[in-house]
């Protein structure tokens, strides 16, 4: 059984930075994609950024150059640094697990930004 949990979120000012931690537990050999999604209220999910097998990363366009998607191995987690926050990153942010084909998906861990 695959599980997914999601931890690190908080209430942070602008400017300030947050780690998002990612753990997923069972079949660590196949997982082939780990990605965070996020959705603010009123507004579809939208996918931030992932990180394929072979290390290979995407982000959307708004938080490049600001988050950071990375991959412990040996602890089966992914984390999201998020450095330069902004109000608009105000969301609940979800991490998507695919395994063997198959998405798993956290419960999500919120993440506030004040003015």
């Known amino acids: 059984q695959v599980q997914v949990m999601e931890s690190g979120g908080g209430l942070v000012q602008a400017g300030g930075s947050l780690r998002l931690s990612c753990a997923v537990s069972?079949?660590?050999?196949?997982?082939?994609?780990v990605a965070w999604h996020r959705q603010a209220p009123g507004k579809q999910r939208e996918l931030v950024a992932s990180i394929v097998g072979g290390g290979t990363t995407n982000y959307v366009d708004s938080v490049k150059d600001r988050f950071a998607i990375s991959r412990d191995y040996a602890k089966n987690t992914v984390y999201l640094q998020m450095n330069n926050l902004k109000p608009e990153d105000t969301a609940a942010y979800y991490c998507?697990?695919?395994?063997?084909?198959?998405?798993?998906w956290g419960q999500g861990t919120q993440v506030n930004v004040s003015s």
């Open positions: 069972g079949r660590r050999s196949s997982i082939n994609v």
């Open positions: 998507q697990s695919v395994v063997g084909g198959i998405d798993y």
